[in-house]
């Protein structure tokens, strides 16, 4: 894959312009677990993924997480190089929850295009309403929706991700992305289990009754 | 107050994109109470506040309110105009808190203009931004504080907005800006009372204890 496929708004660049991009970008590959991005101390760039896969998330001053949206292939991550926009008043901080390779265009190269062209200010316009409405999911879940569903929610979703039912992955780690503690993520798995609806061993959800799930999400 | 006082990127548009603007401009004045703009399905404009307060919420199926954000003088509402980017993937409705004279630009005219106007295609960016920075801030506020450290913040907001103590809002609309169930706040502002921190009468909170209020605000 290469890097001008990820931009919809490429050829309605100038020449001139592509030739910027292509001349300050660097390839950078991190592991599993590497953070790529701090808040709003850094300006670290916008952050293209080229595949892999990165998860924004929030920060509590107590150190409880959230995570807000994530990242797979050819996906742009715009907050990592918010510090271009003077009105974002929010820290995110992004890291990898795979082995990534990606992209960084520089913060300053990116806003200096972004003032004189359009179409490029207006692709940036598309990728924030993006990220705004998967912050809309979030706010919904939260207010609306029980602790159950949305465990049941994630489960189902992580499992499409990895394309597979049997998931490794901790109880601290779920709690993380939802924004609760680990024991009231203890405590629902071992209530799916007595439902029949997963399977727990030591580091590892399996989901035995999709269906069950899936109804749960939706009720 | 005129209308180009409200677009800080007026005189970096040419003449004939300021003509288009105007001439496609409307004026409006709504009472206190009236529906703006009603989810998806609306494509209401632009709407720019003259004078007047609007309130931007999202609506459960239950029927179930939250505020996200609060629109005033020389505000510009994005949402409203929400159909002009297809990534915007959620629906707000927008009311009337006070009675509220405002111009509205048509969608399409402002989406025609956006496409070809750098400068307008990056300030609607920093409008974006800045709303999402209000709903990034509701959701460390869901998501880390209580209801009561949620309660004392919106009265103590609300007595900003007013320049009054005394506020003239029931419990039930208090609960539907923070979404959550009138019961919950009655019972909070009961205790706030059994503190020395609100009076209460019919329709009526007073706040009389602002630094106690802004101590839990700040717990």
New interface residues.
């Given amino acids: 894959m290469d890097f001008q496929s990820c931009f919809p708004v490429w050829n309605q660049l100038s020449a001139a312009q592509q030739e910027r991009i292509l001349g300050s970008l660097s390839e950078r590959s991190v592991k599993k677990g590497a953070l790529l991005h701090n808040g709003g101390a850094d300006c670290t760039g916008l952050l293209v993924v080229r595949s892999g896969q990165l998860r924004a998330y929030?920060l509590?001053?107590?150190g409880?997480e959230?995570t807000?949206y994530r990242l797979f292939d050819r996906d742009i991550c715009l907050f990592s190089a918010?510090c271009v926009?003077?009105?974002?008043?929010?820290d995110v901080t992004v890291a990898a929850e795979k082995d990534t390779d990606l992209w960084v265009i520089p913060a300053e190269v990116y806003r200096q295009l972004?003032?004189?062209?359009?179409p490029l200010?207006?692709y940036?316009?598309?990728?924030?309403?993006?990220?705004?409405?998967e912050?809309?999911?979030?706010?919904?879940q939260?207010?609306?929706r029980s602790m159950d569903q949305r465990i049941a929610s994630f489960l189902l979703e992580e499992a499409a991700i990895e394309g597979t039912n049997r998931l490794a992955i901790t109880h601290e780690t779920i709690a993380n992305h939802l924004?609760t503690h680990r024991e009231v993520v203890t405590r629902m798995l071992r209530y799916f289990r007595s439902e029949g609806m997963v399977e727990l061993s030591r580091g590892v959800v399996e989901l035995t009754d999709e269906a069950k799930l899936k109804a749960l999400q939706r009720a």
């Fill in positions: 929030i509590s001053e107590e409880r959230i807000i918010s926009m003077r009105s974002v008043q929010f972004m003032e004189e062209s359009a200010a207006n940036t316009n598309e990728l924030m309403a993006g990220r705004f409405s912050v809309m999911w979030l706010v919904e939260v207010m609306w924004g």
